[in-house]
C-alpha cells in the first residue's frame, strides 16, 4: 500500500518537519487516518466533546477527523501541524465548505495562542509521532509539548489523546499528567474497530482523557481510571503503575485475540499465567483451536489448563482452586475477553458450524455436563495426533488393534492420549505415570479419563519409575512414550524437563523397550544449539530416528528405534500408517474422520 511505502525507514523520523512535508506532498489530499475514523472514536470522544467547546487540533495532518467533528456542530476548532504542505491543502479544502474552521502552521512545542485559550486538545497520533523512544532528547520534547497543552488549556479542560499506548508513552503521559495533579482516565477504542484507513492493528486503539484540575498544595489526590471497551464503569487505580500494567494487559489479549481470529487453523495457542506476586508462571492455558474440531454437544469443549510448580496446592473447580487461580494477575479477564467468539467459521461445508462461547468466567469453571461424555475418539492435541500415527513402526501394524502389547505413557495431561490408546488397541496394557495427584483428579472429573484393568496409572515422578522398572529388570514395552512438560520457564526447552535427555538416562529408556520397540517424545525447544544436542543424544543411543515437526507449533515428535534395519523411507512409513488406520477402523467403533494417520505422519524425516 501506498501509505507503507512512505513510512520512514527510523520511527525518529517520525519528530522530524521534513519527512511530513515529503509524506504530505508525496501523498497528495488523500486523507490518511491513522486510528481510526470519526465513526470509530465517537464512543469515546464524544462524552468529552460539547458542541461550545473551543478545540485545538494538536498535529492535523489530513485527517477527515476536524472536518467530521465540525459537520457535526463543533465548529469553534483550530487545526495546527507543522507541515506547510498539509495546512495549504486542508486549507485549500475547506476554505467553501467549511469556512469556521482554521489552519495554522505551527509547532505544537511553542505554540502562539495565549494561556488558558482552548476547553479541549485534540490529538490524534501526534504524541505517538513525538514520542518513538526513551531517548532524552525525545522525552525533553514530550515534556514540552505537555507543557505547551497544559498552559492552553483552561482548568477543567481535557486533553484527548488517541494513542497506541506503547509501553514509553505510557509511562510518560501517565507520570507526567497524574504528577500535575490533572485526573486521568484510559479508554480503550473497541478491538474490532482499531486500525487506519488502510489496514487494522493487532493492538487497540487507546484515547487518553487528562482533565486539568487546579492542583492543591499537598493534595494527595490522584484520580486514576481506566474504561474497557464496552463498560461504561470506569476501574479506578491507586498507582500509576498499576494502571501501566493494565493497559498492557488489555494490549496482550488483544494480541491473543488477534493471532486467533487471523489463525483459525494454527491449533493450540498457549498461555502461560503468572502470579502477580513473583511474576513465575503458575499455569499454562492451552486454547485448542482449529477448523476440523469435532464437538460432541453443542455449546461445550475444553480448555487444558496445566499448572506448573506448586501443582498440589491446586484443586480444579472448588473454592480452593478458583483462590489459586484468582492470583495470577488478570486471568479471568483475560480469559473471558481474548476467547469470547461470536462469528461464523468458513470452508468446509461438512464442518461449518458457529464459533463456540469460552466465556469463562469466575462463577464456575465448566465442567461436562451430566448425562453426557466427553467424544475419546478425538485428539485435540496435533502432537498426540503424530505419536499415535508413529506406532504403525511397531511390527505387523495391520494386526497392532488385537495384540498384546504394552505401553508406557509419562505424563498424563487430559488422559486423552493414554484413552485413546485403551479404546482402540483393544488387548494394550498401558502404564501412565503422573507426578502430580491433582491431574489423576482433573483427568478423572472433567476428562472422562477412568482407569482399569488395562489402564493402570502410578503417581510418581517418572525419572524415579523410570529408575526402578530398570532396576528389577522385569518390564519390557513396546512403546514408551515421553508428553511431560518442563516446570523451569527459564529454559529454552519446555517439553520434556532436561534430566528426561540426558544420555544416562535414555540408556535406562532403551534397556525398557523390546528389540523392535518404538520410543515416542514430545520435544519442544526454542533454543537452537540444545535441540541440536538433544537429537545428537538420541542418536548416539537410538540408531534409528524419525522427526516430525507439527506445522504451526514448535512441537516435534521423535520416533526412536533400535535396530536400524527397521529403517522405513517416508513414503513407506505412510503407507504402513494407511495400514493402521484401516485395522483401527472397524465397524461398530467409532472413529473422527478428520484424523487420517498418513497425514499425521506428513513430512516426516529421517534424521
Known amino acids: 500500500m501506498e501509505a507503507l511505502r512512505l513510512l520512514p525507514g527510523r520511527a525518529r523520523d517520525f519528530s522530524s518537519a521534513g519527512y511530513w512535508e515529503r509524506f504530505f506532498r508525496e501523498r497528495g489530499g488523500r486523507a490518511f487516518e491513522w486510528y481510526g475514523e470519526w465513526q470509530d472514536l465517537r464512543a469515546s470522544l464524544g462524552r468529552y466533546l460539547r458542541p461550545r467547546d473551543s478545540i485545538l487540533v494538536a498535529g492535523c495532518g489530513n485527517s477527515e477527523l476536524s472536518e ?59 504524541l505517538d509521532a513525538l514520542l518513538t523512544d526513551e531517548e532524552e532528547t525525545t522525552l525533553s520534547r514530550a515534556e514540552r509539548m505537555f507543557a505547551e497543552i497544559s498552559r492552553v488549556l483552561q482548568f477543567g479542560g481535557r486533553y484527548l489523546c488517541v494513542t497506541l499506548a506503547q509501553a514509553h508513552v505510557s509511562k510518560m503521559a501517565i507520570e507526567y499528567f497524574s504528577r500535575e495533579g490533572w485526573m486521568v482516565r484510559i479508554h480503550q477504542v473497541s478491538g474490532d474497530k ?8 493487532a493492538l487497540p486503539i487507546f484515547v487518553y482523557v487528562m482533565t486539568k484540575i487546579r492542583h492543591v498544595p499537598g493534595s494527595a489526590l490522584c484520580i486514576l481510571e481506566l474504561c474497557a471497551e464496552a463498560q461504561d464503569k470506569p476501574i479506578r487505580f491507586k498507582s500509576t503503575d498499576h494502571l ?48 476440523t474440531v469435532k464437538v460432541p454437544f453443542d455449546n461445550k469443549f475444553a480448555i487444558f489448563i496445566v499448572p506448573q510448580g506448586r501443582e498440589t496446592e491446586w484443586l480444579f473447580g472448588t473454592d480452593e482452586g478458583r483462590k489459586q487461580l484468582a492470583t495470577c494477575a488478570g486471568f479471568w479477564r483475560l480469559v473471558t475477553v481474548a476467547l469470547h467468539r461470536d462469528q461464523h467459521y468458513e470452508g468446509n461445508k461438512k464442518h461449518k458450524r458457529k464459533k463456540k462461547t469460552a466465556s469463562i468466567n469466575s462463577a464456575e469453571p465448566t465442567a461436562v455436563p451430566a ?59 498401558i502404564d501412565v505415570v503422573e507426578i502430580d495427584p491433582a491431574m489423576l483428579e482433573v483427568a478423572t472429573r472433567w476428562f472422562g479419563f477412568s482407569p482399569e484393568d488395562r489402564l493402570k496409572v502410578h503417581i510418581a515422578d517418572g525419572l524415579v519409575y523410570v529408575d ?58 526454542r533454543d537452537t ?7 545428537a543424544t538420541l542418536r548416539e543411543t537410538f540408531p534409528l530416528l524419525y522427526v516430525r515437526r507439527i506445522e504451526g507449533e514448535v512441537n516435534e515428535i521423535l520416533f526412536c528405534q533400535q535396530q536400524a534395519k527397521c529403517k522405513l523411507p517416508p513414503a513407506e512409513l505412510r503407507d504402513t500408517a494407511q495400514i493402521l488406520e484401516k485395522a483401527l477402523r472397524q465397524p461398530g467403533q467409532a472413529w473422527d474422520t478428520t484424523y487420517v494417520l498418513a497425514d499425521a505422519l506428513e513430512a516426516v524425516k529421517l534424521v
Open 68 to 126: 467530521q467533528l465540525y459537520d457535526e456542530g463543533y465548529q469553534d476548532i483550530i487545526n495546527v501541524d507543522i507541515s506547510e504542505v498539509v495546512i495549504k491543502q486542508m486549507q485549500e479544502r475547506n476554505a467553501h465548505l467549511r469556512p469556521k474552521m482554521t489552519y495554522m502552521v505551527m509547532d505544537v512545542l511553542q505554540m502562539d495562542f495565549p494561556d488558558e485559550r482552548f476547553q479541549v486538545v485534540l490529538d490524534k497520533g501526534t
Open 194 to 201: 482499531a486500525g487506519t484507513s488502510e489496514g487494522e492493528f
Open 244 to 291: 501501566i500494567e493494565a493497559v498492557k494487559e488489555r494490549q496482550h489479549y488483544s494480541l491473543l485475540r488477534s493471532q486467533i481470529n487471523k489463525n483459525p487453523s494454527s491449533g493450540t495457542v498457549s498461555l502461560d499465567l503468572c502470579s502477580k506476586d513473583t511474576g513465575r508462571a503458575r499455569y499454562t492455558l492451552h486454547v485448542v483451536h482449529n477448523l
Open 371 to 429: 448425562g453426557q461424555s466427553i467424544d475419546k475418539t478425538y485428539l485435540c492435541c496435533a502432537h498426540h495426533r503424530a505419536m499415535i500415527a508413529g506406532l504403525c513402526l511397531l511390527r505387523n501394524p495391520e494386526h497392532l488393534p488385537e495384540a498384546l502389547i504394552r505401553v508406557l505413557v509419562i505424563g498424563l495431561g487430559g488422559g486423552s492420549l493414554p484413552l485413546f490408546i485403551h479404546d482402540y488397541f483393544l488387548q494394550c496394557s
Open 468 to 525: 526402578s522398572l530398570t532396576a528389577e529388570a522385569s518390564s519390557f514395552y513396546d512403546a514408551i512414550m515421553f508428553d511431560v512438560d518442563s516446570k523451569d520457564s527459564a529454559l529454552g526447552m519446555s517439553c520434556p524437563p532436561p534430566a528426561f535427555v540426558e544420555k544416562s538416562f535414555l540408556q535406562k529408556v532403551r534397556t525398557l523397550l523390546k528389540k523392535e520397540g518404538l520410543f515416542i517424545l514430545n520435544l519442544v525447544c
Open 529 to 535: 544449539q540444545l535441540r541440536d544436542a538433544v537429537l
